[in-house]
C-alpha cells in the first residue's frame, strides 16, 4: 500500500463509499474526474476536492436514495443544470446525468448544448488503487473527456495535467 495522508485516507474512503453504494444497488455509473485518473495511473496524482460520477438521470430516485443510505446528504444549488451534489463528512460527491443519445450513444443534456459523450453504450474499465475498486471511464473516453480543457484558469491546469498522465498510461507498454 502507498503512503497516504489523512486527507487521502479519507478521499480513499469516500470513493469507496459512493462506488459501493451505487455498485451494491447494481446502478450503472462511471467515475470520470481526478480520482478516475488516478484509478488508470495506480497511484495519486493530486489532491482532490471532490468526486465525479455519472450516473444515468432515469436512475436519479434511486441514485439519491442508495447515496442517502450510505451517508451522503443531498446538497443541491440552483447551478445544477445537469446534475447535482451529495457532501459526505466534508467530501463533495457531483452526478452529472445522461441520456440515452440516438443510436443507443450517451448524452450529458446541458440545455441547448448537449455533449455527446458517446454514439455507443458508456464502457467503463474495473481500475484498482490499492484496495480500491471502481468502474471507471475507459482510458479511451478519459482521454477524450480531458483532451478539451476548461476554459478557467484552475480547471484548465488540472486537465492539462490529467491528460498528461492519461497519456503516459497510454503510451507504456502493458
Known amino acids: 500500500m502507498t503512503q497516504q495522508s489523512s486527507d487521502d485516507d479519507r478521499g480513499f474512503s469516500m470513493v469507496r463509499s459512493a462506488s459501493d453504494a451505487l455498485d451494491g444497488a447494481g446502478l450503472e ?3 470520470f474526474g481526478g480520482w478516475a485518473v488516478d484509478l488508470w495511473v495506480g497511484r495519486l ?8 460520477v455519472l450516473v444515468w438521470r432515469r436512475d436519479e430516485g434511486r441514485v439519491h436514495e442508495v447515496l442517502q443510505g450510505a451517508g ?5 444549488t440552483p447551478e445544477d443544470l445537469v446534475g447535482t451534489n451529495y457532501a459526505r463528512d466534508g467530501y ?5 446525468f445522461v441520456v440515452p443519445g440516438s443510436e443507443g450513444g450517451v448524452v450529458v443534456p446541458v440545455p441547448e448544448q448537449p455533449i455527446v ?3 455507443g453504450p458508456l464502457a467503463f474499465a474495473r481500475r484498482n488503487l490499492d484496495d480500491l475498486s471502481v468502474r471507471v471511464l475507459t482510458l479511451e473516453m ?3 473527456t480531458k483532451g478539451t480543457p476548461r476554459p478557467d484558469e484552475v480547471g484548465g491546469s488540472k486537465d492539462r495535467a490529467d491528460l498528461a498522465v492519461l497519456r503516459s498510461v497510454a503510451e507504456s507498454p502493458s
Do not use: G, N, Y
Open 29 to 31: 455509473h462511471w467515475f
Open 45 to 52: 496524482t493530486r489532491p482532490h476536492e471532490d468526486i465525479d
Open 72 to 76: 451522503w446528504v443531498h446538497t443541491p
Open 92 to 96: 463533495q460527491l457531483q452526478l452529472t
Open 117 to 119: 459523450l458517446s454514439s
Open 142 to 144: 478519459m482521454l477524450a
